[in-house]
């Protein structure tokens, strides 16, 4: 287990401002067809007619230390895409109702949604120890929760907040996972953002527009994989899903080793991350 984090200072709670912290407590409700809302530990809960639950994740801006003024930006935009990253998952949630198997909310939603948090948590904490002690166990708050769901057809109830494990052990950003009762499978990728160095202040934003890229990639291969199950021959996934899969990477991965390398050392062998496997 992590050491535990120090306390979030008060003093970025009033930078953040009301609106935000709000939005950081816990289950981000979104979309205007959600009706009422009740607050329990901490998050907030809504429901549809269909009763699809609502997605609850752990507050990462209250377990964060003092953050250096260098690092406030990058760290307010991390904070931020959190909150955009459960609105998208939420959003899902309801549109997705009834839909896929018995695991269909842990893997196309839940999974997902994970490695994006623990992507999203790590650039927070790298922004912070470039000029300070780094935080320790961030990705610890990446797991969320399903709460509320009605037992509906197809939809299954995560488990608790601390079980929400799926795709590739993890891997920040970059693995993942979509599933559905025809067992098509799930494609992971190795993780990228955790074999970049330290990133200058100029490549920053490209690096994340191409380490965001990365994540939707992967996540249009698995739609894919589950919208052609059953089509072509036995090479049908690895030519028609896998291979572009790893092209798109390759030029990718290559446009973050190009930013980095404008006023730094340029990463080298990254495209070795650039293909994916299927995982049944």
Same mark, same amino acid.
């Given at each position: ?12 709670? %009033? +930078?953040? $401002?009301? *609106? &935000? !912290? ?8 979104? #979309?205007?067809?959600?009706? =009422? ?72 939603i839940l999974g997902p949604l994970k490695d ?28 969320? %929760? +399903?709460? $509320?769901? *009605? &037992? !509906? ?8 907040? #601390?079980?929400?494990?799926? =795709? ?113």
């Amino acid at each position: 287990m992590s050491r535990a984090l120090p306390k979030y200072n008060k003093r970025r709670v %009033a +930078l953040i $401002g009301g *609106a &935000a !912290a709000l939005a950081l407590t816990g289950a981000v409700v979104v #979309n205007s067809a959600l009706a =009422g809302e009740t607050s329990k530990n901490g998050g907030t809960d809504a429901r549809t007619l269909a009763s699809p639950g609502t997605i609850s994740c752990p507050d990462v801006a209250s377990r964060l230390p003092a953050i250096p003024a260098t690092a406030q930006a990058e760290v307010d935009r991390n904070l931020a895409l959190l909150n955009t990253q459960i609105t998208e998952a939420n959003k899902r949630l309801v549109d997705t109702v009834g839909q896929g198997g018995p695991n269909f909310v842990q893997n196309a939603i839940l999974g997902p949604l994970k490695d994006k948090r623990v992507s999203t948590v790590n650039r927070i904490a790298t922004a912070i120890g470039r000029t300070a002690a780094k935080p320790q166990g961030l990705d610890a708050l990446a797991p969320c %929760a +399903l709460n $509320g769901a *009605a &037992a !509906a057809p197809g939809q299954q109830a995560g488990n608790n907040g #601390n079980n929400g494990n799926t =795709g590739n052990n993890g891997n920040a950003g970059n693995a993942g996972n979509a599933g559905n009762a025809g067992a098509a499978g799930t494609i992971s990728c190795p993780d990228v953002a955790s074999r970049l160095p330290a990133i200058p202040a100029t490549a920053q934003a490209e690096v994340d527009r191409n380490l965001a890229l990365l994540n939707t990639q992967i996540a249009e291969a698995n739609k894919r994989l589950v919208d052609t199950v059953g089509q072509g021959g036995p090479n049908f996934v690895q030519n028609a899903i896998l291979g572009p899969l790893k092209d798109k990477r390759v030029s990718t991965v290559n446009r973050i080793a190009t930013a980095i390398g404008r006023t730094a050392a340029k990463p080298q062998g990254l495209d070795a991350l650039a293909p994916c496997a299927l995982n049944k």
